[in-house]
């Protein structure tokens, strides 16, 4: 069965300009996850959704972040202004019905360097 | 600050060997999971163990909870140098609603 699909694998690109991450959940899976991990700060969670509705946000750093999920199968992260401090690994994930007592399947990651 | 914290942050031992890591946190929680990260790949979900259990086991592993202690183990037995990865534990608790990463163990298993 295929996993959780992220797009793309690597993103470099300058300050200023727009970056989309997508993510194909795990087909059923009714909760969507955006992480974030870096060094300093380790993983963090930005956003979650369930049944397509974003819950808590409360994880997005700055209103340059914005996430959508405008079906159950496609989720999308979005930075705009972006800049050098947004370089990161950003981790999306899905989980079945129970949320945070499920475990949760993570996609292999969008390693966003920004210049 | 982080719910979860492991120790130690590294580990390096041959393969064959026992490796345990352990996990501290700081509040009650619902459940504890260990995930277990490869170089340049995502997290993989390993063991759940719910408040209420103590231990449990799958193949290899081990994971032991205890709750008075605010603290989890993780044992991998007969280590492979194909266990070499960062090993996260992970907490859930009802307050939060969000699943809380620790700074991860990274294990080296020379063969």
């Known amino acids: 069965d295929a996993g959780v699909i992220q797009s793309p694998r690597h993103e470099v690109t300058e300050m200023g300009q727009e970056v989309t991450l997508r993510c194909k959940p795990i087909?059923?899976?009714?909760?969507l996850f955006w992480y974030r991990q870096t060094m300093m700060r380790g993983l963090e969670l930005l956003i979650y959704f369930n049944n397509n509705v974003p819950i808590d946000d409360s994880g997005m750093p700055e209103d340059r972040f914005s996430a959508k999920m405008p079906n159950a199968s496609f989720s999308t992260l979005k930075i705009q202004p972006s800049e050098p401090r947004d370089s990161a690994v950003y981790f999306c994930?899905?989980?079945?019905?129970?949320?945070?007592?499920?475990?949760?399947?993570f996609g292999d990651g969008t390693r966003l360097s920004i210049l | 600050s982080q719910q979860g914290e492991e120790d130690p942050q590294a580990l390096s031992i041959q393969e064959g060997e026992n490796a345990t890591m352990n996990c501290s946190y700081k509040t009650s929680i619902n459940n504890l999971q260990w995930y277990r990260q490869n170089s340049g790949r995502g997290l993989v979900h390993l063991i759940l163990i719910r408040s209420n259990e103590r231990e449990k086991h799958s193949g290899r592993l081990r994971v032991t909870l205890d709750t008075s202690k605010k603290s989890s183990s993780l044992l991998i037995t007969a280590s492979r140098a194909a266990d070499t990865a960062s090993y996260f534990c992970?907490?859930?608790?009802?307050?939060?609603?969000?699943?809380?990463f620790g700074s991860g163990t990274q294990l080296t298993v020379l063969p």
């Open positions: 994930a899905s989980s079945l019905t129970g949320g945070f007592s499920q475990p949760q399947h």
């Open positions: 992970a907490t859930s608790t009802g307050s939060a609603r969000q699943l809380t």
């Open positions: 087909s059923g899976h009714d909760y």
